[in-house]
């Protein structure tokens, strides 16, 4: 069975890379120049190969990761086969570093799987696959995987540092972090993470000794309870006020703290997280995007999140706990009234899906973003419902980052909802496998639809020859 399992592996690893290889070939002969963003990472990382370190664009926003591993790559490359820098870092060879990093990503998901989801049997090392295999497919990751973003270099190092920290090898896991952080600053939230996951752990076995001592039932899970959440969270002020247990859980994370304060000494240092074009990139409390990230997650995991059972069970908590939910969307319609932002790329860019669900959806009536409480509110709850297994104590981990990851961005984009997306379908349970096949089928559709726009529907604005695509 164990051969099975790794030939199948093999087979859905090559399948992805042949077709990967395919698409790649397909997009490199239609897009042969630097395309939207690549205009700014291109040059800056072949600047990078021919040895200007001091040369920066300052529209670039993000830390030089990215080109540091190109040349990593590009140049030994070019040494091995007598290459000309030219050759090493052309577009194409650019490009191809972040296929690279997509069968990277594929291995990555495939171990976490298998670390967090044991074979037994309700898993199986097929579904472990099939998972895999769509999580690969993700249609907001994969597309970048053709273009020179940070996306996949991004992903491979949170990934990887996710991993060693489920392996206790957290002095790796925080290098990788920072790795990570080197890519795109935001990476530092998932780092926070991995620390949140030692502490979670700690915590956890001291909530049980807790409530072994006063013989009192055991409650790991939310539960729908609103009395057990508030019990948790006065231990919780409880154990972190002492400061014996907080240098105790300073000393289990420490190489975390490490990257931490590094990264503090950045913001100190560089008057600010974002790097270059500021005046874009502004900071702000923008907490509709967890609604944002809330519905992009139900569309992407409909077969999960939106089932005739779920929806029962949703309504029957409204009926049993009518206040509290009743508070839940009067606070939600006041963060939307007082804290909803427009960024200038969302209404000029048509170039983007979020162009068009903010034209077709948001600005249909000023009520429309009103109305669609009651929605935000299913998907929350059935989100949340999903992870009712991991510790409560790992859950309110996730949503501090998943917090601090989204709703300081003013701008709303799909990319900056890969990570917590994918953190999220690595840690909930395997459902059946009519499930999975339909979450491959649909994420294989959004794909074949994307691709076809973006290699044969061009377009071109009023004042540019430029031929336009539509993307991500």
């Given at each position: 069975?164990?051969?099975a399992?790794?030939?199948?592996?093999?087979?859905?690893?090559?399948?992805?890379?042949?077709?990967?290889?395919?698409?790649?070939?397909?997009?490199?002969?239609?897009?042969?120049?630097?395309?939207?963003?690549e205009?700014?990472?291109?040059p800056?990382a072949?600047?990078?190969c021919?040895?200007r370190?001091?040369?920066?664009d300052?529209?670039?926003?993000?830390?030089?990761?990215?080109?540091?591993v190109?040349?990593?790559?590009?140049?030994?490359?070019?040494?091995?086969?007598?290459?000309?820098?030219?050759?090493?870092?052309?577009?194409?060879?650019?490009?191809?570093?972040?296929?690279?990093?997509?069968?990277?990503?594929?291995?990555?998901?495939?171990?976490?799987?298998?670390k967090m989801?044991p074979?037994?049997?309700?898993v199986?090392?097929?579904?472990r696959?099939?998972?895999?295999?769509?999580?690969?497919?993700?249609?907001?990751?994969?597309?970048?995987?053709?273009?020179?973003?940070?996306?996949?270099?991004?992903?491979?190092?949170?990934?990887?540092?996710?991993?060693?920290?489920?392996?206790?090898?957290?002095?790796t896991?925080?290098?990788?972090?920072?790795c990570?952080?080197?890519?795109?600053?935001?990476n530092i939230?998932?780092?926070?993470?991995?620390?949140?996951?030692?502490?979670?752990?700690k915590?956890?076995?001291?909530w049980?000794t807790?409530?072994l001592?006063?013989?009192?039932?055991?409650?790991?899970?939310?539960k729908?309870?609103?009395?057990?959440?508030i019990?948790?969270?006065?231990f919780?002020?409880?154990?972190?006020t002492?400061?014996?247990?907080l240098?105790k859980?300073?000393?289990?994370?420490?190489?975390?703290?490490?990257?931490?304060?590094?990264?503090?000494?950045?913001?100190?240092?560089?008057?600010g997280?974002v790097?270059?074009d500021?005046s874009?990139?502004?900071?702000?409390?923008?907490?509709?995007?967890?609604?944002y990230?809330?519905?992009?997650?139900?569309?992407?995991?409909?077969?999960?999140?939106?089932?005739?059972?779920?929806?029962?069970?949703?309504l029957?908590?409204l009926?049993?706990?009518?206040?509290?939910?009743?508070l839940?969307?009067?606070?939600?319609?006041?963060?939307?009234?007082?804290?909803?932002?427009?960024?200038?790329?969302l209404?000029a860019?048509?170039?983007?899906?979020?162009?068009y669900?903010?034209?077709?959806?948001?600005q249909?009536?000023?009520?429309?973003?009103?109305?669609?409480?009651?929605?935000y509110?299913?998907s929350?709850?059935?989100?949340?419902?999903t992870?009712?297994?991991?510790?409560i104590f790992?859950i309110?981990?996730y949503?501090?980052?998943?917090?601090?990851?989204t709703?300081?961005?003013?701008?709303?984009?799909?990319?900056?909802?890969?990570?917590p997306?994918?953190i999220?379908?690595?840690?909930i349970?395997?459902?059946?496998?009519?499930?999975?096949?339909?979450?491959?089928?649909f994420?294989?559709?959004?794909?074949?639809?994307?691709?076809?726009?973006f290699?044969?529907?061009?377009?071109?604005?009023?004042?540019?020859?430029?031929?336009q695509?539509?993307m991500?």
């Open positions: 069975m164990e051969r399992v790794a030939y199948g592996f093999s087979a859905a690893m090559s399948g992805v890379l042949l077709l990967s290889c395919l698409l790649f070939a397909a997009l490199n002969r239609r897009q042969r120049s630097p395309y939207m963003d205009a700014f990472h291109v800056q072949q600047a990078y021919e040895g370190f001091g040369q920066w300052p529209m670039i926003t993000t830390l030089p990761g990215l080109y540091l190109s040349v990593g790559v590009a140049r030994p490359l070019a040494w091995l086969f007598g290459w000309t820098g030219s050759i090493a870092c052309s577009i194409g060879m650019l490009r191809f570093i972040n296929l690279l990093f997509s069968v990277g990503n594929f291995y990555l998901l495939y171990l976490l799987f298998s989801h074979r037994s049997k309700a199986s090392g097929f579904q696959i099939l998972s895999t295999l769509t999580l690969a497919l993700f249609p907001t990751l994969y597309f970048f995987t053709f273009l020179y973003y940070t996306e996949p270099g991004s992903v491979f190092f949170t990934l990887f540092s996710y991993l060693m920290c489920l392996y206790g090898n957290h002095k896991s925080a290098l990788l972090g920072f990570g952080f080197m890519f795109r600053q935001t939230v998932w780092t926070v993470f991995c620390a949140g996951n030692v502490v979670a752990e915590l956890n076995e001291v049980k807790e409530l001592k006063k013989k009192d039932e055991k409650i790991s899970s939310i729908g309870s609103f009395s057990d959440l019990r948790v969270l006065r919780l002020i409880e154990y972190l002492s400061p014996q247990n240098v859980l300073i000393a289990l994370t420490w190489p975390y703290v490490t990257v931490v304060v590094v990264f503090f000494a950045f913001v100190f240092i560089n008057g997280i790097v270059g500021r874009s990139h502004e900071a702000c409390l923008h907490f509709p995007q967890l609604f990230f809330l519905s992009f997650t139900l569309f992407f995991s409909f077969p999960h999140l939106l089932t005739p059972t779920k929806i029962r069970k949703f029957q908590n009926r049993k706990y009518p206040l509290p939910y009743s839940i969307a009067v606070i939600s319609l006041f963060l939307i009234w007082k804290f909803t932002y427009v960024h200038k790329y209404l860019d048509n170039r983007h899906y979020t162009f669900v903010w034209r077709k959806v948001f249909r009536h000023e009520l429309v973003k009103y109305l669609l409480v009651p929605f509110m299913f929350g709850w059935s989100f949340a419902d992870m009712k297994s991991k510790s790992w309110l981990v949503f501090v980052c998943l917090f601090a990851v709703v300081p961005q003013k701008l709303l984009e799909f990319r900056y909802f890969i990570l997306y994918l999220y379908r690595l840690n349970p395997f459902p059946s496998l009519y499930k999975q096949l339909l979450e491959l089928s994420y294989i559709f959004v794909n074949v639809a994307t691709f076809y726009l290699l044969n529907k061009t377009f071109q604005w009023p004042n540019s020859e430029e031929e695509r539509f991500w």
